[in-house]
C-alpha cells in the first residue's frame, strides 16, 4: 500500500561527498519518448523513469504504456496532471506494457491489470523540498532515476532525471525529455541545464525518486524470469527486497 511504499522525504548527500565524476544513468535509457500533441509530460516522465529503474534491475526490454496510466488517472482525457498522480498510479495499479495497450488512450485491455501488477512501485521519495537539485543528485548516487517538474522550457513541464555531471566547476543535470529528438544539448532526446540556471530564474517545483522490482531474482514469476538479465551496475541500493 501507499504507506508502505513512501519512503519520505529525498536524504540529500553532502557537497562534499558527491563524486568529481558524477553519476552517469543514461545508456540504461534505450528508447525514445515522444508525447505529440498529448499533454501527458507528466506521465511520460513517469513511464520514462520507470522503464530506465527496470533496466537498472536488469530487465532491458521492459517498455510500459503511457495510455494505461493516462485511463487510470484521467480517464484518457488529453490535460495535464500532477507528476506524483502517475506515481501513485504506479503504487496502486502498476503498469502494464506498452506492446499490450500501445495506443494514449482507449479501453485497457482485458488483462493489463494483472500484468500491470507485476509492475508495481516498491518505494518512491518526494524530491520536491527546498533543495531540489540537490536532492536529485543525491538520487542518483543511489541509482535511482525520476522525474521533475520545471518551467524551463515556457512553462510547466515534466522530464526524466538520468545524470549529473561537472564541467568547468559547474554542477549539471541531464535527463531524457518527451519531445523526441529535441535537444537543448549534444544528445538527441535528451535536456540539460546547469545550477545556475535554477538561481537565475528557472525553477523545479517538484520531483521525486523511484524503486522498482518487488520480488527477489530467486523467486521471480514466470513473466519476469523470461526477460530478467543480472544487472552490471551496482544497483544495491535498488534492493530486489520487498518492503516490509
Known sequence: GDAKCFAGVSPIIPREQWPEAGVD????????????????????????????????NGF?????????????????????????????CGVDYGQCLL??????????????????????????????????????????????????????????????????????GVWRLRGLNSWGNWTNCDQPGFWDFSEHEISQGLSMFGAYEIQAVAVDPDDLPPQLASIYQPPKLDCTSMSYAAVA
Not at 509530460?41 to 527496470?54: N, P, V
Open 99 to 168: 506492446s499490450t495497450m500501445p495506443n494514449m488512450h482507449g479501453t485497457i485491455p482485458a488483462g493489463a491489470d494483472a500484468e500491470a501488477a507485476l509492475y508495481k512501485l516498491v518505494k518512491y521519495w518526494d524530491c520536491g523540498h527546498s533543495n531540489v537539485f540537490d536532492a536529485i543528485v543525491s538520487a542518483l548516487q543511489r541509482r535511482h532515476v525520476g522525474a521533475l517538474g520545471t518551467n524551463a522550457f515556457g512553462g510547466g513541464h515534466c522530464v526524466q532525471f538520468n545524470r549529473f555531471y561537472r564541467q568547468n
Open 60 to 88: 532491458k526490454d521492459v517498455m510500459f504504456s503511457v495510455g494505461y496510466v493516462a485511463e487510470k488517472v484521467v480517464n484518457g482525457e488529453n490535460v495535464g496532471g500532477d507528476i506524483l498522480d502517475a506515481v501513485q
Open 25 to 56: 544513468l543514461t545508456g540504461q535509457v534505450t528508447y525514445k519518448l515522444d508525447q505529440g500533441q498529448w499533454n501527458y509530460c507528466w506521465i511520460e516522465g513517469y513511464t520514462g523513469s520507470h522503464q530506465t529503474a527496470m533496466h537498472l
